[in-house]
């Protein structure tokens, strides 16, 4: 497997931003009481990562670095008001179901992440084939999520009925506890067949972003720890 074609099957299954670094959560919580929604956001987060991880890419040599983080919000805050506005004159009806969760896809530790951890670092093409893969695990991750919920909420997936006539819904899923239980399966789901995620500690130390998971990767782990001891 070449470098490029690595990049994308990363971001969808070995570095998935969702079920394996349990990044970008708040976002997919939120959205996701179907799959339609979830596609949608998906997709619009997808078109940020890999205008972002492009744009920076590309001026990563010009950006310096005292102003690095802020360049980025810069950029990220660009994309994102163009996919507002096209989101807004094309897809109404998805539009006001997401709703503000799009202007807040500036601040997805997502794209924030891929843009400070492996953009300003890599040369465009790479950068453009993580962020296909790290959206589309984001994608993926959103619709299965939404698809579960909706159908145990409502009996359909995409708004189309696929359960049984005496089959009652569980109002419950397409609640904001629903999308925490949804989760919580998939996740121990996860560790049962000892897939890669976070929780069971199985990400590689070099792939992790953040802690992963793993409180005792954090830098300050050591001084916080010694500070409780003193006390």
Same mark, same amino acid.
């Given at each position: =497997? ?7 099957? +990363? ?23 179907? $799959?339609? +929604? ?30 690095? &983080? /802020? ?14 506005? &096209? ?18 896809? *500036?601040? +997805? ?15 465009? &093409? ?14 993926? $991750? ?21 359960? /049984?006539?005496?089959?009652? @819904?569980?109002? &419950?899923?397409?609640?904001? @506890? ?6 919580? =399966?998939?996740? $121990? ?5 000892? =897939? @890669?995620?976070?929780? +069971?500690?199985?990400? /590689?130390?070099?792939?992790? *972003? ?22």
């Amino acid at each position: =497997m070449n470098k490029y074609l690595e990049r994308i099957y +990363n971001g969808l299954w070995k570095e998935n931003p969702i079920f394996v670094q349990m990044l970008g959560l708040c976002p997919t919580l939120a959205v996701t009481t179907s $799959a339609i +929604n979830g596609l949608g956001m998906g997709l619009s987060s997808t078109a940020v990562l890999i205008g972002a991880n492009i744009v920076i890419s590309a001026l990563r040599h010009v950006i310096p670095d005292g102003v690095r &983080l /802020p360049a980025e919000i810069v950029v990220v805050a660009s994309l994102v008001t163009v996919v507002d506005m &096209l989101m807004e004159g094309f897809t109404p009806a998805l539009y006001s179901s997401l709703g503000l969760y799009i202007p807040l896809i *500036v601040v +997805n530790c997502i794209i924030l992440g891929r843009a400070e951890a492996y953009a300003m670092k890599n040369s465009v &093409l790479l950068s453009a084939c993580d962020g296909i893969g790290m959206g589309l695990g984001f994608t993926v $991750a959103l619709v299965l999520i939404g698809s579960f919920r909706e159908l145990l909420g409502a009996g359909t997936i995409f708004d189309i009925t696929v359960t /049984p006539s005496f089959y009652t @819904p569980m109002s &419950l899923f397409i609640l904001a @506890p629903g999308a925490f239980f949804v989760l919580a =399966m998939l996740t $121990a789901l996860q560790n049962r067949l000892k =897939m @890669p995620c976070a929780t +069971n500690g199985s990400v /590689p130390e070099e792939e992790r *972003v953040g802690c992963a998971g793993d409180c005792a990767s954090c830098a300050g782990h050591d001084k916080v720890m010694a500070e409780k001891e003193g006390k």
